[in-house]
């Protein structure tokens, strides 16, 4: 019988994919832990978010397993392993650059909604906006203000929500001062030109093409 | 010699992957168009996207080619034909639904940055946002206006800014005016329960996620 192995984290190299899935599993587990479920196999958990059984339990076993044969997974557990490898238990800290609509409704959310990352500073270019509040935090100044911070914090992620241009331009800069990962909604294809650095895009102009593309499909 | 074939698409499936490259190719041809390019090789243009040539060409051959071997692939037409494809040419009515902060901003910046999707309408449930500005829209009542503007402009598609639980309640009402895509930013996995429902999903706290994953690899 396979035993419970919590802590035993296999070394391997997991996939980008299977990394892609694992906050898809964690918003599951925990919405199954606040409807009661103590336990679930992996059938059920299949079933409830359209994979098979066979890749979840390929998907889990990546992170060395969780679940006892026959018994399912103990739902919690699951959703508290899943939450500490995605380093729920361990924010990063993180910058905002460029508060226009989208900066600033990135900003209202990642204070509210978002553990793993803790957002301690966001900062504009346009001095109009130095010095103004957007939710618990004030627009700083870009690039003074922001060399300060970086030196008293040290946050590691910047958000960009600033132009293509104005982003190919910073991320030097951004580099220079112990950034080490990017959450991209701009359209500049930050990855290509600093492999080396940790990119995750938010594209959604792009999302709005594919689905636009997709409404033509039969 | 392969001759140009630009419109002769193939009627063979195209796969997701395939398509979710497209508005990145989109963008990428958009870019050199403007610095003043005329031709490019698959090679060169390859060099730019981070791709391989041969999965460039594969890319394209999807759609009937483009390209004159030897010649590469004349920017312009290629740029306008991937646009066809997109739909850029040819918008889907859109509305958006919960005029949040996040919904705020995704509607400012659909209003401003699109093509292939028009906003035509924004919604919201709370009264006291009824009738107050958001960019060029005015923010109407859900669900006794959107029933009359459903009725009028007949929008195909829904860019849902609500939470999860409301986004579940509302979809089959969606579904009975005449909706059939979703861009969906709610943790609410539409697909699942609708399969015939064409989505796009634009999980931010996912990414987010994600990236906190990729910040802790080696």
Redesign the interface.
């Known amino acids: 019988m396979q035993t419970e192995n919590l802590n035993e984290k296999t070394d391997k190299v997991v996939s980008e994919r299977v990394?892609?899935r694992?906050?898809?599993y964690?918003?599951f587990l925990g919405d199954i832990m606040l409807s009661g479920m103590e336990r679930i196999s992996s059938r059920e958990l299949s079933e409830?978010?359209?994979l098979t059984a066979s890749q979840i339990r390929q998907d889990l076993n990546c992170f060395g397993g969780f679940g006892q044969q026959g018994y399912g997974y103990n739902v919690r557990a699951l959703h508290r392993e899943i939450g500490l490898?995605?380093?729920?238990d361990a924010?990063?800290k993180a910058v905002l650059i460029g508060v226009g609509?989208?900066g600033?409704?990135?900003s209202?959310?990642?204070e509210t909604?978002?553990r793993?990352?803790e957002l301690c500073s966001v900062f504009d270019s346009d001095p109009q906006k130095w010095g103004k509040r957007i939710g618990g935090l004030t627009i700083r100044s870009m690039p003074d203000d922001f060399v300060k911070v970086c030196k008293e914090l040290s946050p590691?992620?910047a958000v960009l929500c600033v132009p293509k241009d104005a982003a190919k331009q910073m991320v030097p800069f951004l580099i220079e001062n112990g950034i080490?990962?990017?959450?991209n909604f701009s359209?500049y294809?930050v990855?290509?030109d600093y492999p080396k650095l940790?990119?995750?895009?938010?594209?959604?102009?792009?999302?709005?093409?594919?689905?636009?593309?997709?409404?033509?499909?039969k």
């Open positions: 990394i892609r694992l906050p898809r964690y918003r409830m978010m359209g490898i995605l380093g729920q924010p990063e609509n989208l600033a409704a990135v209202m959310y990642m909604h978002t793993g990352m590691s992620v080490r990962g990017i959450l359209h294809d990855a290509l940790k990119v995750e895009n938010v594209h959604i102009s792009d999302s709005i093409m594919t689905l636009r593309y997709k409404m033509s499909e």
